[in-house]
């Protein structure tokens, strides 16, 4: 039987680090996809407040499947050198907790400047994050958020092979591919699987961008994942439903609402043979 490993961006379920973890354990999963904790994001995170969460993976048995970082979620002609320094930041937050991976982006244009004008920045930029990762042994994932460079697969490929490092590859997200207007597994999948290293969990309609339990949407998830299964791929499954519970406006979903998005993805994979660990 296929095994993906599950994990999940736990401040989605609560700004506090214990319930994520309790959480995300009773749903069956190892990890956490570390992306704030007590309402710092990881990148601001002090050296005490790393401490304290590597105490409370030791004592829930748990480890952190990425680092979901906000770098490169910025301007493509803001400062170069603050943003590298952030990364080193979150590089080292990585290594502290032992994450492989380090989730991040391509970066915002201005209002009116063309994709096309920015592409020689973006990918300079993007190998100087590239050159951190290599000398500090992380992979960074690049996730294709909507109105970055890289939000759709033509140009998530050409940041992918222009950059050429073996420590930058992609975090699928099927939800992201929908809300630019794109089938994610009839207009991506092929020309992207050969770098996909990690599946971000998350669906959405096409008619409205509305975010929905995998496999509830036009994300192609069934599809995507079947494609996976049989070409042999094994990694982290992690997930981010963004499913908005009124009960819970201070967080994207709620232990409730990610419950609900875990059960449904687990009843996808179990229909196509995954076993989740």
């Avoid at 190892?30 to 105490?55: I, K, Q, T, Y």
Wanted: hydrophobic share 45%; glycine share 8%; net charge negative.
């Amino acid at each position: 039987m296929t095994q993906w490993t599950l994990s999940g961006f736990g401040d989605e379920i609560d700004a506090d680090p214990a319930v994520q973890l309790q959480v995300l354990s009773a749903l069956g999963a190892a990890h956490v996809e570390l992306r704030s904790g007590w309402g710092v994001n990881v990148a601001d995170m002090s050296d005490e407040d790393l401490a304290r969460l590597a105490d409370l993976l030791a004592r829930h048995r748990m480890a952190v499947s990425a680092i979901a970082s906000p770098i490169g979620k910025t301007g493509v002609y803001d400062d170069p050198d603050t943003e590298l320094r952030r990364l080193e930041r979150v590089v080292a937050a990585a290594r502290r907790l032992d994450a492989p991976y380090v989730r991040l982006f391509s970066f915002y244009r201005p209002d009116g400047v063309d994709v096309a004008a920015t592409r020689d920045t973006v990918l300079r930029r993007m190998r100087g994050f590239a050159d951190v990762a290599e000398r500090e042994s992380v992979v960074l994932v690049h996730e294709n958020e909507k109105a970055i460079y890289g939000d759709v697969p033509e140009r998530v490929l050409d940041l992918v092979e222009s950059v050429g490092s073996p420590a930058l590859r992609v975090a699928w997200d099927n939800a992201n591919f929908v809300q630019v207007g794109v089938r994610p597994f009839t207009d991506g999948y092929a020309m992207l699987r050969p770098y996909v290293e990690y599946l971000q969990v998350k669906d959405a309609r096409a008619a409205d961008g509305t975010e929905v339990p995998a496999g509830h949407g036009d994300g192609e998830l069934r599809e995507t994942l079947t494609a996976l299964r049989d070409d042999g791929w094994t990694g982290f499954a992690s997930l981010e439903p963004h499913l908005a519970d009124p009960a819970r406006p201070d967080v994207l979903s709620g232990p409730r609402r990610f419950g609900e998005a875990a059960r449904a993805f687990a009843a996808l994979t179990a229909e196509l043979g995954i076993h989740l660990r």
